[in-house]
Nanobody
């Protein structure tokens, strides 16, 4: 099965940038779309961004659209989430998730593999 490992979170000030990454182990012949999700204490997990296997289709949540960029390097089995102009409300544990299809999705139930999460904290 696929294993996902997030890294690159941290503590930053409002307006700063972070680029968490997600590295996946997977069979050579399998393809997958990847999504980024986040969950703050006391809140439900919410969608952030998703990217198809080829990178040809990308989705962003309205809360991050215009200041975030999702990308992937399939040769490295890695997906990145570049986040600029970070706000305190972006504070959350960020998770990457994968599904065994090339089609990107904003539906949490479509993802069957999840990483352990990386903490992003934005101070005011």
């Amino acid at each position: 099965q696929v294993q996902l490992v997030e890294s690159g979170g941290g503590l930053v000030q409002a307006g700063d940038s972070l680029t968490p990454s997600c590295t996946a182990s997977r069979p050579t012949l399998s393809s997958n779309a990847v999504g980024w999700w986040r969950q703050a204490p006391g809140k439900e997990r919410e969608f952030v961004a998703a990217i198809s296997w080829t990178g040809g289709r990308i989705y962003y949540a309205d809360s991050v659209k215009g200041r975030s960029t999702i990308s992937r390097d399939n040769a490295r089995n890695t997906v990145y989430l570049q986040m600029n102009s970070l706000k305190p409300e972006d504070t959350a544990v960020y998770y990457c998730a994968a599904r065994m299809t090339v089609v990107a999705s904003q539906n949490r139930d479509d993802y069957n593999y999840w990483g352990q999460g990386t903490q992003v904290t934005v101070s005011s």
